[in-house]
């Protein structure tokens, strides 16, 4: 753990051991914070903010570290891939455009901190009113394994940006990647106290940085129901909030779209991570004039899949994260099938041909699904996916909003004014057209309903770490004269 510039064990020198989901090895072992080091790394982060070593510098002087820290990924961008493969399980290919991403994310509010905000207003002589934005204070960040490296980066980057200091909690199964950023941030020498990690376990390291009275702001990613949790947990001491969490997002193929880059995006929606990813197209909807066709091509496809460990280059599909989600996983699965889906492909663990410790799962395809299913209803977080059917446009928007969920959606069609007019019915705040996937650190990245609060990455994602505070100024120095005497 990073605590106030020093690494250190936890305080009764607890331990986890943290596993490579390929194989089920053990990779090493993370300190399990308690309770007395989250304190320890709140105050330490408390002491820098008010210290103002790190608020009180010229943006451009705070800029200077970041883009110090985005070189220094772009350094290390091979060992932090392998890190990321090792820790996540994910391919190779995409981890590498992870940790490309996380080094672009630093320089972009870097960038952007030295621009012009803030607004003037003309109000009535002799005031002057304006509003400047700063920084929230000590921000708590607790994010989930998919992403180690790239969802601590989306937290961490424009929070340094905007001038707080922070206290940090990686996933307890993957503190790899998260360390290595931290020993960068040691590297370049951020001021101490700045920039602190706690490891350990959610109830107790995240649960003490969403109570804890000097903890300004908790911002969250991660599962819906540990939000929920964190919310409720954050009112007690009013802190802001921003959560950014599950999905069950729909992908819409009508008839007149490509077919073949329909299918191509339908199995990067959903199979890129293992499924493992909060945007991925769980629900598939398609029209029923192509279902059959579709179903016939996406199973085909999908079957072809490759399947294996991240580190082999020629893997298209990696493990799940950790046996406790590959459990979790398959026992949705298994209630697909009780609740009378239909298995189009897939539905088992593989564990053959040295995959045996691994946590492998074939990709998964239910049809014959109605919507009150809970395998339709639930983020179920693996490569698992529900096709369904739907005669007219209109029951493609019902069907795609019938969830809690309304994180991200699509549509695929080759009628411009239908798909706009589709999307826009959508709730829900990352959508496509003719597309699924890509990401960008301009753009906005959060939820409607219960998939969160608040935005990550672009403006937004900024102002969630900044306070905006009204300045009103007097040019005229002399008493009001309101009361008589
Ligand atoms: P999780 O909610 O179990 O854990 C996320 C983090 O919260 C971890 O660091 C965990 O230790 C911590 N935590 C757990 N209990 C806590 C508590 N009581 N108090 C404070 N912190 C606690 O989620 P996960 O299984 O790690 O990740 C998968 C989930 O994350 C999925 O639901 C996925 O959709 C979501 N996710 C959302 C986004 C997004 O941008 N919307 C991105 C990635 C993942």
């Known amino acids: 753990m990073f605590i106030n510039g020093e690494w250190k064990d936890a305080e009764n020198h607890a331990t986890r051991p943290v596993i490579n989901p390929a194989n089920g090895e053990v990779v090493t072992y993370a300190p399990e914070g308690t309770i007395a080091d989250a304190r320890s790394a709140i105050y330490a982060a408390r002491n820098a903010f008010e210290d103002g070593v790190w608020s009180g510098l010229a943006a451009a002087e705070r800029a200077a570290y970041l883009f110090k820290i985005a070189d220094k990924i772009d350094e290390y961008a091979e060992e932090l891939t392998e890190l990321e493969t090792m820790d996540n399980g994910k391919p190779l290919r995409e981890a590498g455009f992870d940790v490309a991403d996380a080094a672009a994310c630093f320089r972009y509010y870097a960038g952007m901190i030295t621009k012009p905000d803030g607004q003037t207003y003309h109000v009535a002589d002799p005031m ?8 929230v204070g000590v921000c708590g960040l607790i994010v989930p394994w ?13 929070a340094l940006a905007a001038g707080n200091t922070i206290v940090f909690k990686p996933s307890e199964v993957t503190p790899i990647t998260p360390k290595k950023l931290f020993e960068i ?3 370049v020498g951020l001021p101490k106290g700045v920039a602190n990690m706690v490891t350990g376990a959610g109830p107790v390291v995240g649960h003490e940085i969403a109570s804890h009275p000097e903890v300004d702001m908790v911002s969250f990613t991660g599962g819906t129901k540990t939000g929920k949790h964190i919310m409720k947990t954050a009112a007690d001491t009013m802190k802001k909030v921003s959560l950014e969490l599950g999905g069950k997002s729909p992908n819409i193929i009508f008839a007149d779209a490509d077919f073949e880059t329909a299918v191509d995006y339908a199995l990067f929606g959903i199979y890129a991570g293992a499924g493992q990813v909060c945007s991925a197209g769980s629900r598939i909807l398609v029209e029923e004039k192509i279902y ?40 949705y699965i298994e209630l697909g099938i009780q609740e ?27 049809v014959d699904v109605s919507e009150e299913m809970r395998i339709v209803q639930e983020e179920i977080f693996g490569p698992v996916v529900v096709i369904q059917k739907f005669k007219d ?3 493609a928007i019902k069907l795609a909003n019938s969830t809690v969920y309304g994180l991200a959606g699509a549509v695929f069609s080759n009628d411009g004014s239908k798909a706009l007019r589709v999307i826009k019915k959508l709730r829900a705040g ?34 969630e770490f900044q306070e905006i505070k009204q300045i009103n100024i007097n040019l005229q120095v002399e008493p009001i004269g309101w009361f008589s005497n």
């Open 128 to 135: 002057q009113a304006m509003v400047v934005r700063e920084p």
């Open 340 to 366: 009378g889906a239909k298995l189009a492909c897939g539905g088992k663990r593989i564990d053959r041909n040295g995959f045996e410790t691994g946590y492998f799962v074939e990709p998964t395809v239910f």
């Open 185 to 187: 941030f040691e590297e």
């Open 292 to 331: 059959d066709q579709f179903v016939n091509r996406f199973v085909e496809r999908a079957r072809s899949i490759k399947v294996g460990p991240g580190y082999d280059p020629s893997t298209e599909m990696g493990p799940l994260v950790s046996k406790e989600h590959l459990d979790k996983v398959l026992s």
């Open 146 to 158: 998919n992403y180690p490296l790239l969802m601590s980066v989306w937290k961490i980057a424009p």
């Open 430 to 463: 990352i959508t496509w057209i003719n597309s699924y996937h890509p990401t960008y650190n301009e753009a906005p990245w959060g939820g409607y309903k219960q998939s969160g609060i608040g935005r990550s990455l672009g403006t937004f994602g900024l102002e």
């Open 393 to 395: 446009e209109a029951e």
